[in-house]
């Protein structure tokens, strides 16, 4: 059975549609690891209701400790690798790693980004696809998971879903459409990792 490790910053219900599917059988893997880098992220509760391991590692007592942004990232990859993961799957990471964290990790890693290959990397993309609409430059937007590399939401693409912006959606609306397609891309997308031929 593949190990997923789960790296959150929020509410989690892309780890939650992981765990679902993963105690249902439809993602033959066992999420052995969820790590948040905010003590107050929903997605620690969804773990604990689920009874996998999770970690609370925040930056900035870290950083008031005297530690730097590599040494954190390499402590956060340290404590990842520690469960002997199979797969890292970013899901709503706001945090991003410099090569600290990426060179002392073997297993893949992967990131869940609600916006369309090379259309809006970083933050509020979805409020950026919407307002693009509303200036007539897209028609529609979408969801991605990309294989993480050091440059943001950028590494070889994975799985992509489209969703089209209606014109009446707000950013609920179109939030709501997102992360239901990202729920199931990422099932998908990992169903495909853990269970392709060697
Ligand atoms: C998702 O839209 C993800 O793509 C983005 O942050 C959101 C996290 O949602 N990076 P959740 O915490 O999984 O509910």
């Known amino acids: 059975m593949k190990r997923i490790a789960v790296l959150i910053s929020g509410g989690g219900s892309n780890l939650q549609a992981l765990i679902d599917a993963t105690s249902s059988g439809a993602l033959p893997a066992k999420i052995v690891l969820v790590v948040s880098n905010r003590a107050d992220a929903f997605g620690i509760e969804r773990a ?3 009874g996998i391991a999770a970690l609370t590692l925040p930056l900035k007592p870290w950083l008031k400790a005297g530690g730097t942004r590599e040494s954190y990232d390499a402590d956060v990859a340290a404590q990842v690798a520690a469960a002997r ?8 990471w706001m945090h991003v790693f410099s090569p600290a964290f ?4 073997a297993a893949k890693v992967i990131n869940l980004h609600p916006a369309l290959p090379r259309q809006f990397p970083g933050t509020h993309a979805i409020e950026r696809a919407l307002e693009a609409h509303k200036h007539g430059e897209i028609a529609e937007t979408g969801v991605m998971v990309h294989e993480v590399i050091p440059e943001v939401d950028a590494g070889p693409v994975l799985g992509t879903a489209r969703i089209a912006i209606a014109p009446g959606d707000n950013l609920a609306s179109l939030s709501e459409k ?6 199931r891309l990422l099932v ?5 990792l853990v269970t392709e031929p060697h």
């Open 85 to 92: 993961p199979d797969l890292v799957v970013l899901a709503g």
């Open 102 to 105: 990426l060179d002392r990790i």
């Open 188 to 192: 998908d997308v990992i169903r495909e």
């Open 178 to 183: 997102i992360h239901a397609a990202e729920h």
């Open 48 to 50: 604990r209701r689920a």
